[in-house]
């Protein structure tokens, strides 16, 4: 018990290290002075737009998970399933791997009982919904990259291969790369399910695999799918709207405004068109898979770079910038999360 609790710490310090380091990275590349000129010339009315997005996709959340949670206990409220999204959403942003737990635990709490006594909604079940919570969201998002990447592939394949491997990375590298890392795939895949017998760990991993798609089938079968289908569809483009009110925070400012260093990045926004701005949601959304705190600096590496690519320009001009613009996209939703955690938090403590 006890080695398992020093290697879940040292897991979590390393998280943390990783986040603070990316971070440092990044923000040593911008200067408190460009930070107060953003600051004076953003439209902030885009922003706190964004941020109402961002409460709005909590809620629908809570309506999507409700629809799983009810056949375990159809007591169970829209407002217990979008407080537990808040209060998790906040301790995800320091304990990161925690929030599906505190999540399920109040849900689990304000549970009804039986008629032997028990709680109808049993945490391992209801930890079974959020998992099949995830990898919808997974799949959404693998789906809308690859269908973006497939029909926008001259532009951003040529993209990708430039950023990834310089002016000389190609169409044919990319798809060499994608093609090597799905036939991994596909061979793990492979390897697990032939020694699910012979070896434990390969049993876990094909055990987890099969309640994944157990879940999958369950939501195809759940009634009224099609409201969980639409719930979906309406989180991401909502998140599509979030990332696109950012932009338009900062696009079109005056440039005489502006440092000469920071002029050229905000004018080159007034190429960025609605599928640039899906392809950072969608980066956005990748790195959030990392399993760092709160996607502190990960998020803004990524986000940063795939803005300089869209817009053209090189990272080394463009990074101070693109860490600003990242910053305002995920320091707002993170402002968000906490005002929504915190008050949720406050509703329950005084309700006890």
Known sequence: MMKADVSKILRYLVSVAVAVLMLWICFSQVSWAQVREIVAVCRWEWVLLSMGLGAVVFWLRALRWRMMLLPLDGTTSRVTCFIAINIG?????????????????????????????????????????????????ALTLFLLLG??????WKRYGRMLGETLFGETGSSLVVWALLLGLFALAVLACWLVWRYRDRSR???????????????????LRMKGAWKFFA???????????????????????DAAALSPSLAPSVAALDGIGPMDTLLLMLVGSLVAIIPVPGAFGTYHAAVALTLSAVCGLPYADFAAFGILFATLSHESQLLTQVLFGTGSFLHESFRR
Do not use: Q
């Open 147 to 152: 269908v973006m990447l497939a029909l926008l």
């Open 89 to 137: 959403y906040l301790v995800g942003n320091v304990l990161s791997r925690l929030s599906e737990l505190v999540r399920c635990g109040y849900v689990v709490r304000h549970s009804a009982r039986g008629e032997d006594g028990r709680r109808r909604a049993s945490f391992d079940r209801v930890l079974g919904t959020v998992v099949v919570d995830r990898v919808w969201d």
């Open 201 to 219: 760990l390969c049993g876990k991993l094909w055990g987890f695999v099969a309640g994944m798609l157990e879940g999958f089938k369950a939501c």
């Open 231 to 253: 719930l979906t569809a309406a989180i991401w483009a909502l998140y599509w709207g979030m990332i696109s009110c950012i932009v338009l925070a900062l696009r079109g400012i």
